[in-house]
């Protein structure tokens, strides 16, 4: 009896774990561009595809400086803003800020790794 009410509690905090709403807040730091064999991009060609790729995808990125945008999502009720920091061979997209997103210094609403990444393969597939 004891074995499985051991076994139910380890597997009701399974399904609760499961269930958070939050992750560890990560940068996605040195993303190589993509190049190939007959393309070589410049930084300019960096900063167009990734204001192309913010577009698509409902991001406002405003130019900052040379080497750096900064990318602002809205959805609903949810603001996330990021850094992203380029050259000709790499970018980097940092966290900066977020509305609603519950940001707690250590972890952020789950849905933040998915805009980022969504946003990662955007960008690549405009630097091909």
């Known amino acids: 009896m004891k074995k499985y009410s051991i076994l139910l509690t380890a597997a009701a905090l399974t399904v609760l774990a499961g269930c958070s709403t939050s992750v560890a807040i990560r940068d996605f730091e040195q993303n190589p561009i993509p190049q190939t064999s007959t393309i070589t991009n410049s930084e300019a060609d960096v900063e167009k595809g990734i204001l192309k790729a913010c577009i698509q995808l409902g991001w406002k990125c405003t130019p900052m ?3 750096k945008i900064k990318g602002v999502l809205d959805i609903r009720t949810h603001q996330l803003t990021v850094d992203i920091a380029y050259d000709k061979t790499e970018y980097s997209i940092n966290y900066k800020d977020s509305i609603n997103l ?5 972890k952020i609403h789950r849905q933040y790794v998915n805009w980022v990444s969504n946003l ?3 960008i690549d597939a ?3």
């Open 65 to 67: 400086s040379e080497g």
């Open 126 to 128: 405009e630097m091909i």
């Open 120 to 122: 990662i393969r955007h």
């Open 102 to 106: 519950n940001y707690n210094g250590k």
